[in-house]
């Protein structure tokens, strides 16, 4: 009898277990190992012939090519090669992956969490070298967009495990970063924020400030208005060490500017280099001009890199994923 009990027991137990897996897989509920990875690091999966010879030549090319509007090269990714073969168990959960295929068709495809989340895999494939470098040219700008956005989400994750909990800007301006708690404000005046962060060899920084709807011109006086509005918010707000020292743009090179959003809301990028008038100092700064239509304003929020003898990448990457994680709070 003992026995008979202990088998209508585990028998209903066997198939609970297996409705709960069931209904697991119903909901796409699959369990997935946390992804791993440095901020801007690309795992690619590639045959090593191909890695040497021309299509790796592509993949260096266009993945590894100089992050637009910094003083020195350094790669919008830092390139990392697998072989096919060794492509198993933990080398699978790289955050982002490339993986280049010899196939009887040419496609590019994206997939989501494959092996791990969050995720992203590229995945190119191509009859011959040629076709696999074409197709390499035509998407890439897509695939690393991608990426991108997958480290910012990534970035705006590990900010939550120390974050800065100031309420001053909220309060100020009626919007909130999202940053880590090593940045703190070193000024304010007025509805100007300088943040700041002690980094190796210098500072990353933060300024907010408000502007007047429609005081950023169109068409080709666009630029020259944004390097305007900057040189003056420099010269009132971001002094050097001396009277007469301030920052203003590099005059030597124009910034490139971009069309984009932030929150649903219309905003103007900008990448360029600062410096200081009067004194050898300098780096790269990215800067946005949100349209804030519900309040009658422009938000500029700029980030900009002052570490001389520092590689700036990953730190203005960082400030990007800050800025891009405003909320409007009215």
Known sequence: MKQLVLFIIGTFLLISCQNTSNKNKNNGEIYLPQSNGQINSLAVVIDNTLWKGSVGDTIRKYFASPVDGLSTEEPIFSLHQIPPQIFTDNTRNSRNILIIEKDSINNV?????LFAKPQRIGVIRGRTNRDITCEIQEHFAKIVREFKENDIRENQLRFQ????????????L?????????????KKENNFFWIERQIKGG??????????PNSIPEGDAR?????????????RYI???????YMVSESAFAPSIYNTTIKDRKTIESKGLWEVKNFLLGGPYINYIIEDKPNNRLVV?????????TEKRDYLFELESIIKSITFVK
Not at 301 to 309: I, K, L, T, Y
């Open 203 to 212: 500072t990353a920084n933060i300024i907010i400030y408000e502007m007047p």
């Open 301 to 309: 929020v700029e980030g900009f890199v002052s570490a001389p003898m």
């Open 239 to 245: 002094p050097g060490r001396e009277e007469g020292m």
């Open 109 to 113: 495809v994206i997939k989501e969490n």
């Open 223 to 235: 630029s020259e208005g944004i390097v305007k509005m900057r040189d003056s918010i420099g010269k």
């Open 174 to 186: 009626g919007f909130k970063l999202t940053m880590p708690s090593v940045y703190k404000i070193v």
């Open 161 to 172: 495990k120390s974050l800065n909990k100031e309420k001053d800007i909220e309060e100020k």
